[in-house]
């Protein structure tokens, strides 16, 4: 069976407290985008790598790190602790990029555990994926039901929130600049905003500008100050409102009229229109 994990950008990214846990307590809302990886899953017919009930196969972007380490191979390694699964080879193709803010690699796990509970019947209810999914990483939960969501907690707690850009363009600008969350939740000072992230989606995108922010865009663009220079660019060819997605480096614009040549405006980034 096969399945498309899509990306996500924030509207509005506020770290307001530190967790005893070494987390972070965050308000945000996460919106899907189209922008998709391919995960396939099937039943292993042969011989497997010794000592492994899940062989994973990359393709597209490179992915880095060990495969085990791949929250694909987490997935299938947590369920198959509570759940009788039979070996299974995953060929995950990357095409959501990596440290960009977009949560491509959670989408993954969210997503893997979604088609081994259709593939396999396993009946698990929508709160225990969820549960699941959590465990294995902050944004994990919000893939299970990727709907545009007010979030809470490490981003595990969600509530569904009533917005719709499909009126809109969405222009989304990658650098090859590599951000590290650690790094980026080091530089941060945690501090409840002055008013919600939830509250100012529900106002006129054109307010947006002046009251949505994203905490990590202060210390980032200090790091990196061409990411900045991006997000001033989309503001420049006629953005209603720019941001850094998550801890970066992807920046994305929301337009009225995207214009046509602004693939070429970033010709070194990877740039998505949708």
Known sequence: MITFPCAKINLGLNVVSRRADGYHNLETVFYPVNISDRIEITVADGRMPEGKACALTVEGMPVTGNADDNLVVK????????????????????????????????????????LLNDMFGLDIPLERMIGYAASLGADCAFFINPVPSYAEGIGDVLQPVDIDLSGYRIVIVKPDIPVSTREAFSLITPAKPFKCCRDIVRQPIDTWRDELVNDFEKSIFALHPEIAAIKQRLYDTGAIYAAMSGSGSALFGIFKDVPMDI????????VAIL
Do not use: E, W
Not at 75 to 99: E, F, G, R, T
Not at 263 to 270: G, I, N, T, V
């Open 263 to 270: 693939r070429d405006m970033f010709k070194d980034c990877f």
């Open 75 to 114: 997935a299938y390694n947590m369920l198959a602790k509570d759940y009788s699964l039979p070996d299974v080879h995953i060929n995950l193709c990357k095409k959501i990029p990596m440290q960009a803010g977009m949560g491509g690699g959670s989408s993954d796990c969210a997503y893997t555990i979604r």
